[in-house]
């Protein structure tokens, strides 16, 4: 009986330090993330968030706009260049040079005009993306304080994960609850 009573504890201690170590890894694996360590998609956030898609739009507005007075333009150049043409005959030389020279002047600030309005659409595509990405950081930030993150890795650098590291979801709720949309200027 004492035998048995002896085997019983040798079991039990034995057991316990195995024991405490599963629960105290469960218990990490449980909330999001294991050890600390959680996976965002931020592309997936930048896509599906409220203000990654309102940006999107108003991208898609303003390039289709830009495309539309590009073709504009070309059209009216078109014309003239053409017109000029079908005048050659009526016009000595140098009244034709002179009309020429003016015409490549207008070409050349009209190309001059719409670079100049490509820069600065790129460049207000480029401040609306990256202010979209500073919420997206600041959310993720937010979120691994309150949880006690300690690593936060992005989608796009891990090959697998598992759904229970993968915090993408919380991230887009917290986005979509902060800023609802970005304005490109």
């Known amino acids: 009986m004492k035998l048995r009573h002896h085997l019983l504890l040798l079991i039990v201690f034995c057991a316990f330090p195995f024991l405490t170590s599963l629960a105290t890894a469960q218990e990490t694996s449980t909330s999001k993330g294991i050890n600390g360590i959680v996976v965002v998609d931020i592309q997936q956030v930048e896509a599906k968030s409220t203000a ?15 495309q539309k007075d590009v073709a504009a333009k070309e059209k009216a150049l078109r014309a003239e260049q053409e017109k000029l043409i079908a005048q050659k005959g009526d016009m000595d030389a140098e009244e034709f040079k002179q009309k020429a ?52 890795i992005t989608r796009q650098d891990v090959v697998i994960v598992e759904k229970t590291v993968d915090i993408t979801a919380d991230v887009l709720e917290r986005v979509n609850k902060d800023v609802d949309k970005i304005t490109i200027k």
């Open 52 to 66: 990654g898609q309102s940006l999107q739009q108003q991208l898609k507005s303003k390039r289709e706009t830009f």
């Open 101 to 152: 020279t003016s015409f490549e002047k207008q070409l050349i600030n009209s190309q001059k005009e719409l670079q100049k309005k490509r820069v600065e659409f790129d460049k207000s595509a480029g401040e609306a993306l990256s202010k979209l990405r500073s919420e997206i950081v600041k959310a993720v930030g937010n979120l691994a304080t309150e949880n006690d993150y300690k690593l936060v």
